[in-house]
């Protein structure tokens, strides 16, 4: 095992920080944008598309009302419930009471919408809602399903509950045909919407894992480091969104690597300062790749500061002290850590209890903030 003081000089030199990684770019894969064949098959695919089915969930005990809903969703030409596309093929499932309907929604099958009746058995509505809402703040795609609810209980403070609970919308009982299409027509539009920004999100961070997992030394390191800062944050007590936040940035906080040539990344001798300057646009270059879309906003910023140094030597901006955003101190701790406890292609990965001893004696160095380390020591050792 290496020896911790050693490592210390190798650690605090951004050089051999930044060194750890080896991208290859798969030069023979390439894109033919060109070919004539593109109308049809792309016409192919997106009828293929089409013919997915919207799943809708009825969660209804009362047989006759049930089948109502179905039959008016059934019923309607499929163009009036959607705004862009001309045919949406509606799968249908009646859940006749609320431990059904969350066997469902916990099932393989993907939910797109649910109509929830209020008063079912086994298990009422509100607390249907509120188990579905719960997975939601741990990033569950079942958290996001829309809901519309349904019930013969029209008092406002049984409305309002229903929606502080998170219920998307709600129309009373008996139904009126055209307002229940309307509303059931917004929400699925809701959902096509969140589906278009969450494919956005997972391409950018399946592309952050691919980008790193072609090389053996920096196979795993943004997952382990996502992982490992989502902990870190809810140790610390942050609100459940900034764990998330944390999660997602660092996922992507080393995306913009794949903008440095191979042979850079995998100099072993001293960078020039050109180079140099090229390495560490990479947190700009990352912050960039994630701006243009809105619900990565927050990650663009943190992920910008990941490399800024307490004492304001960092970059790309040199700020110190509290003008490093506060996520972003947190995420290069956790980035910190797990580059020390990895292998490298210039030494050996340090032992927990080595890079423990390295944060110790360097918590006042001024490249982290001392406070937020003593935290991830405790961390650490739990
Ligand atoms: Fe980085």
Redesign the pocket.
């Known amino acids: 095992m290496a020896d911790p003081v050693k490592m210390l000089k190798l650690v605090k030199n951004d050089d051999a920080f930044i060194l750890d990684k080896l991208l290859k770019h798969d030069k023979k894969s390439s894109c033919n944008f060109g070919s004539r064949h593109v109308s049809s098959s792309y016409k192919k695919q997106t009828d293929e598309i089409d013919k997915i089915p919207f799943n809708i969930l009825i969660a209804e005990d009362n047989k006759i009302n049930a089948e109502l809903m179905k039959a008016i969703i059934e019923s309607s030409a499929p163009q009036k419930f959607s705004i862009n596309e001309a045919s949406v093929k509606f799968n249908i499932i009646i859940a006749e009471d609320g431990k059904k309907a969350l066997d469902i929604v916990f099932s393989p099958i993907n939910i797109d919408l649910i109509i929830l009746d209020l008063m079912m058995p086994l298990i009422n509505g509100f607390d249907v809602l509120e188990k579905i809402r719960s997975c939601g703040s741990f990033g569950n795609p079942v958290g996001n399903i829309p809901v519309l609810i349904v019930s013969a209980l029209n008092e406002s403070s049984i409305i309002s509950k229903g929606i502080e609970l998170g219920a998307n919308d709600y129309i009373a009982k008996p139904i009126v045909k055209n307002i229940f299409k309307s509303k059931v027509n917004s929400l699925i539009n809701l959902k096509k919407l969140h589906d278009t920004l969450e494919n956005s999100e997972n391409i950018i961070m399946s592309l952050a894992l691919a980008i790193e997992a072609k090389d053996k030394y920096t196979s795993g390191h943004s997952k382990r480091v996502s992982i490992l800062a989502y902990n870190f944050g809810k140790y610390l007590g942050l609100h459940k969104e900034d764990c998330l936040l944390l999660k997602r940035a660092g996922c992507i906080?080393?995306i913009g690597k794949i903008g440095i040539p191979n042979d850079i990344l995998n100099k072993t001798e001293k960078l020039s300062d050109n180079e140099l300057n090229l390495i560490r646009n990479?947190?700009i270059t990352?912050s960039d790749i994630c701006k243009p879309l809105i619900s990565l906003k927050k990650e663009s910023y943190i992920v910008r500061y990941?490399?800024e140094r307490f004492d304001g030597n960092g970059y790309p901006g040199e700020l110190n002290c509290q003008n490093i955003p506060y996520l972003s101190r947190v995420l290069s701790i956790v980035?910190s850590y797990d580059a020390m406890t990895s292998d490298r292609p210039y030494r050996q990965a340090l032992t927990m209890e080595a890079a423990l001893f390295i944060f110790e004696n360097e918590k006042n160095s001024g490249q982290w903030d001392p406070e937020i380390v003593n935290e991830f020591i405790k961390f650490i050792n739990l």
Do not use: A, F, K, Q
């Open positions: 906080h080393d990479h947190s990352s990941h490399h980035d």
